[in-house]
């Protein structure tokens, strides 16, 4: 159930579906719905149809069929109101090597009929806050990716938008500026209500950022939820351990075995995912004591999104990508 | 909701519009090119086949230098909208027209916008082209109105083939369609009186510049010049009809880059 | 020259003829593109027969001159861009670890600009003559005119691949294009010398050397055998040829010391 409020400030899909001529099904009957303020993450291998649903959702290709509603209006019927409620940073930054950071700047808020004055003051709150303001005036030919990404991401803010999409963002960025724009988008989020609709390759980034996710595999939804919904779906966390002696080895693999299925190992430990959730960690620990099992080192890992993208697709998301065959052999044993 | 349309185009336009203005005249590579073609043209035509003008039947009133001028204004008219689909193709090509795309509310804005800077691109290059051809000592016969309607013909030739070259550009998307612009456009430009008169053309060039509409042009616009208006109104005619088939033409390739994507 | 050093020279030449036939893209325009203007100064300009003084009644084997010329000039740009391609992407340091070095590099690159040379001559001829062009000098004028026209082509040539070495990118190369436009549009391209009535463009195209090449094409064409017109065509040529490769040469050693 959606109210009035929230549906104006979110995103409906229904049935939504793009096929391309002489090319695959891209996307293959889509429903899902996004509510104001809601970071949702759409994570998926390459060639799933991120991309492709975005550039649907922001009316930059019409649907197959199928139908969407962003910001309340219809992507097909009004793309107009469309485009003035959303901002997109598509997957390549579109940028002209030949203008500055501030010339950009200027040009989008012309472009969306920002007033004269504002243009200016608007312009150069973003490239502050997405840390350009020093390199505003040089060419963006010469600016590196990560700039060149942030850029991006301030142009896309130029009109105020309600909802934000975001493909791939932080593809090809350092550490240090990936967690810089996770809290930025966090922050316009919680701070200004903004809906932002974001896709990933990465499962630290949707579970870090995301307040639901859905994964996409081609072109179908296989699961939506929160992290931990999903997590949780999925269950299971995996302890890894690794004996002080290189002899205990083979005894400790046979102490950890009593707890769960082998879910591959390291090149000296072990690892188990736990039949019975996170609350055996003390059996396990106490079992390899009474043994006389010295413990080297001993750690447990929470389910991840990766856990659930294998478990829904039969693959590990890690090299998913369209390429490869269906069944591609997976390292580590399938759960139940 | 029509008034707020019309303001979002023109915003849209306006937008476009600075933008290819400004990489046109900061960027030489863009700039020289298209200021220096119509030139040699000029002075290539006019200066090295003078002698034409000499040519028993051959009976301008004003001399080879303003024949050859009404042709080079004419053909830079067009070849500055060629140059612009060159622009907006490579636009598309990288992305950046998606970035129009995304932000205009109407979309037309966006050809507008394009054709507004090769407006203004075919100006700057009008401007040095006639300085040149003033203080080369052309004759100038018309009156101050039939000079005016000279350059509002070449104004049409222009948007006609703006529109012709955005039309291109939307749906082939890519700096390949460059050759498809251009070729069709040098054609009809010179399967025309270029060198002499129509009269002083015989066989298949007679033939095919007889019935090319590019001829009616030439004629009407060396009649302004001359201060000897002739085929003005069909002249006129003909450029107005162009240019609205091929803003239809645009407009659908604007249609096909929207279902492309 | 040693046979392994000959053997790589051919190699190379054959890798740089058959890319130029793999570009359809090069090879149409550089053919097509010449003869529409021909087909269309042709019929343009049919009248300036008519002038006193003009050597011949058939304007078209006065123009045919100039497709020759034309065809060269795209020569530049294909031999040039094909090399600026190589060192953007790295190709020529691959080349820069085999023996090869200066000239013989060279020739070998303009290997695809020779035979392409051969193709637009043999076509611009034949298409001349089908169309009734005289050809004075006959059938042994052919072999001469085509041989001329290859030899501008290549010297023509070298002047691509000094700008592709001495610039690196084919950007600049293209570039080029309308320097040449000028060198062939300030001659005299579409009448002869004496009839270029305005001064200062006479003085230009009376020491332009594109001039000289067209008039030594045009001596086979008109006259028939002018040994006077033909040295100083294939003078310039080989003059042209000479000063290119040594530009090219010396921008090759500078650049294969910097990378
Ligand atoms: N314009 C197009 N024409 C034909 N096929 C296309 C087109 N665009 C995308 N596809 C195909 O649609 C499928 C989905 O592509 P899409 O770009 O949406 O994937 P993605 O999930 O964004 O992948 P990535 O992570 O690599 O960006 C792919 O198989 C792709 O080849
Ligand atoms: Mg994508």
Redesign the pocket.
């Known amino acids: 159930m959606t109210t009035e409020t929230q549906r104006s400030g979110g995103i409906e899909v229904e049935s939504l579906v793009?096929e391309?001529?002489?090319?695959?099904r891209?996307?293959d009957g889509i429903d899902l719905e996004v509510a104001r303020g809601e970071i949702y993450g759409f994570l998926?291998?390459?060639?799933?149809?991120?991309?492709?649903?975005?550039?649907m959702l922001t009316t930059l290709?019409p649907p197959t069929s199928g139908s969407a509603r962003v910001g309340g209006f219809d992507v097909v019927e009004q793309g107009p109101q469309v485009r003035a409620s959303i901002g997109a940073a598509l997957?390549e930054a579109a940028l002209d090597p030949l203008l500055t950071g501030r010339e950009h700047m200027r040009l989008q808020t012309a472009l969306h009929g920002l007033g004269k004055a504002e243009r200016e003051s608007r312009g150069n709150e973003l490239l502050e806050r997405v840390g350009l303001a020093h390199a505003a005036d040089r060419k963006v030919g010469g600016y590196s990716g990560g700039m060149k990404r942030r850029l991006d991401l301030a142009l896309a803010l130029a009109h105020r938008p309600r909802i934000l999409f975001l493909?791939?963002p932080t593809t090809g960025l350092d550490i240090q500026s990936r967690t810089a724009l996770w809290e930025e988008v966090a922050r316009l989020a919680a701070e200004d209500g903004v809906t932002v609709f974001l896709?990933t390759?990465y499962l630290e980034e949707a579970d870090a950022l995301a307040n639901r996710v859905g994964i996409?595999d081609h072109?179908h939804l296989v699961a939506e939820g929160t992290p931990a919904e999903l997590k949780a779906e999925i269950g299971r966390p995996t302890v890894e351990a690794a004996p002080r002696e290189e002899g205990d080895r083979e005894r400790m693999t046979a102490v950890l075995g009593r707890f769960g299925q082998g879910a591959g190992s390291s090149p000296r430990g072990v690892a188990v995912r736990l039949d019975g959730g996170e609350s055996q960690l003390a059996e396990v620990v106490r079992a390899l004591d009474a043994e006389g099992i010295a413990i080297e080192h001993l750690q447990l890992h929470a389910p991840s999104l990766d856990d659930v993208f294998l478990a829904k697709t039969g693959r590990s998301l890690e090299g998913a990508?369209?390429e490869e065959p269906a069944d591609a052999e997976t390292e580590t044993a399938a759960p139940a | 909701m029509s008034e707020q349309r019309t303001a979002g185009v023109r915003a849209v336009a306006r937008g476009v519009a600075w933008r290819s203005i400004h990489n046109f005249l900061t960027n030489p590579a863009f700039l020289v090119p298209s200021l220096l073609f119509p030139l040699f043209f000029f002075v290539s035509f006019a200066g090295g086949l003078a002698a034409i003008g000499e040519v028993p039947g051959f009976d301008f009133p004003s001399g080879y230098t303003a024949f050859q001028f009404v042709f080079v204004l004419l053909q830079s008219a067009a070849f500055g909208g060629v140059f612009t689909g060159f622009a907006m193709a490579r636009d598309f090509e990288s992305g950046f027209g998606r970035r129009y795309m995304l932000a205009a509310s109407h979309r037309s804005g966006i050809v507008l916008g394009y054709a507004l800077a090769a407006l203004f691109r075919a100006f700057v290059t009008w401007t040095v082209l006639s300085a040149v051809a003033v203080v080369a000592g052309m004759e100038i016969a018309g009156s101050g109105g039939e000079i005016v309607a000279l350059y509002a013909l070449a104004v049409l030739v222009n948007v006609a083939a703006t529109m012709w070259a955005a039309g291109v550009a939307l749906r082939v998307r890519s700096i390949q369609g460059g050759p498809l612009m251009q070729f069709p456009t040098f054609l009809v430009l010179f399967l025309a009186p270029v060198y002499v008169p129509l009269d002083l053309l015989s066989g298949w060039i007679h033939t095919i510049a007889s019935i090319n509409p590019v001829t009616a042009l030439l004629e009407a616009g060396r009649g302004f010049i001359s201060g000897d208006p002739v085929l003005a109104a069909a002249a006129f005619a003909i450029g107005l009809t162009l240019s609205l088939l091929f803003a239809a033409w645009a407009r659908g390739g604007l249609r096909s880059a929207e279902a492309?994507? | 020259m040693s046979s392994s050093l000959g053997n790589q020279v051919g190699q190379l030449a054959r890798r740089s003829i058959l890319r130029t036939l793999r570009q359809p893209a090069q090879i149409v325009p550089a053919i097509v593109f010449p003869l529409f203007l021909l087909a269309v100064n042709t019929g343009g300009l049919k009248e300036a027969t008519n002038l006193p003084g003009f050597p011949t009644d058939s304007y078209l084997t006065f123009i045919l001159a100039v497709p020759f010329i034309q065809g060269a000039l795209f020569s530049v740009m294909n031999s040039g861009t094909d090399l600026a391609r190589d060192i953007e992407t790295g190709f020529l340091n691959r080349l820069a670890l085999t023996p090869l070095r200066g000239a013989a590099l060279l020739s070998g690159l303009l290997a695809g600009a020779f035979v392409l040379g051969v193709v637009q001559a043999a076509a611009y001829l034949a298409v001349g003559l089908i169309a009734g062009a005289e050809l004075a000098a006959g059938p042994a004028g052919a072999l001469v005119l085509v041989l001329l026209s290859v030899a501008i082509t290549v010297a023509f040539g070298t002047i691509g691949l000094f700008a592709a070495l001495r610039f690196g990118s084919g950007e600049a190369v293209q570039g080029l294009f309308p320097v040449f436009f000028v060198f062939l549009f300030l001659s005299a391209m579409t009448l002869p010398l004496d009839l270029l009535t305005t001064d200062w463009f006479h003085a230009i195209a009376s020491v332009n050397p594109v001039t000289y090449l067209l008039e030594a094409i045009r001596s086979l064409l008109i006259e028939g055998w002018n040994l006077g017109d033909l040295a100083l065509g294939f003078g310039i040529a080989a003059a042209i040829g000479a000063l290119g490769m040594l530009a090219a040469s010396s921008a090759l050693k500078s650049r294969l010391v910097r990378t």
């Open positions: 793009r391309f001529k002489n090319g695959p891209a996307v998926g291998p390459n060639g799933a149809g991120k991309s492709t649903t975005v550039l290709l997957q493909d791939e896709t390759q996409i072109g990508a369209e | 492309a994507g």
